[in-house]
């Protein structure tokens, strides 16, 4: 079966600090991976996302930036931290390879990790 | 831009009483996600609806799809209060480029109360 990892799962930093969030998949190859915000009164924004190693778009610009240096490995970073960066952090995928066939549609949904809380203060 | 709007934002609710969340989307998909979230938790998928008219049931909850309107609905049926928490729709645009990437509703925040 597969399973998420998000680590870590909360996180205090100061402004100007850096960032690193590490999300692993485990059970499946080659997911399309993504990141995802939840800030407080302003719901849940896709930041990045992955359909391969090495591969990323960003949909907002802002202070982050993402890398997927492995196939099951999706990083979200930032060189220095704003207090608008704080959130509720989710990492998401999808099985690319069966995404939309119609013989397979019971697994098109797209699952989230556990999350990381990030506080910036 | 494809937008998705939920109603209503809040709802509080009796046990035992039914009630229907409503998600509207201002452009072409024929994929569409319901999520639940409970406080300080992960999103966990409830249902997801793929074809013009797909219906799905799991236990008190029921979700529909009509892509023609750009409607689904998320029924509650005989309400208890293990049912309170954050729903959320999500929906994939039909536009190119996309990949999979969900456009939330900003929630309907479920309180049921005995």
């Known amino acids: 079966s597969q399973t998420i990892h998000q680590w870590p799962a909360t996180l205090v930093q100061p402004v100007g600090s850096p960032l690193s969030l590490e999300c692993t998949v485990e059970?499946?190859?080659?997911?399309?991976l993504y990141w995802y915000r939840q800030a407080a009164g302003r719901g849940l924004q896709l930041l990045f996302y992955?359909?391969?190693?090495?591969?990323i778009s960003s949909e907002v610009p802002q202070n982050l930036s993402a890398s997927r240096p492995q196939d099951r490995q999706f990083i979200l970073s930032s060189k220095k931290l704003l207090l608008s960066d704080s959130g509720f952090y989710l990492c998401?995928?999808?099985?690319?390879?069966?995404?939309?066939?119609?013989?397979?549609?019971?697994?098109?949904?797209?699952?989230f990790g556990p999350g990381t809380r990030l506080t910036v203060l | 831009e494809l937008k998705v709007e939920q109603n209503p934002l809040f709802l509080s609710m009796q046990e035992g009483k039914n009630y229907t969340i409503y998600c509207n989307y201002s452009?072409?998909?024929?994929?569409l996600y319901w999520y639940r979230q409970d406080p300080g938790k992960s999103l966990e998928s409830l249902f997801v609806?793929?074809?013009?008219?797909a219906v799905k049931q799991e236990g008190r909850l029921m979700a529909s799809l009509d892509t023609k309107a750009r409607l689904s609905t998320l029924h509650i049926t005989a309400a208890v209060h293990d049912l309170s928490a954050t729903y959320f729709c999500?929906?994939?645009?039909?536009?190119?480029?996309?990949?999979?990437?969900?456009?939330f509703g900003k929630g309907t925040k479920l309180s049921v109360k005995p």
């Open positions: 609806l793929l074809s013009n008219g």
């Open positions: 998401a995928w999808i099985d690319r390879v069966s995404y939309g066939r119609a013989d397979q549609r019971g697994t098109d949904t797209q699952y």
């Open positions: 452009t072409t998909s024929d994929r």
């Open positions: 059970g499946t190859s080659n997911p399309n």
């Open positions: 992955s359909v391969g190693i090495g591969q």
């Open positions: 999500a929906v994939v645009p039909n536009y190119g480029g996309s990949q999979g990437n969900l456009i």
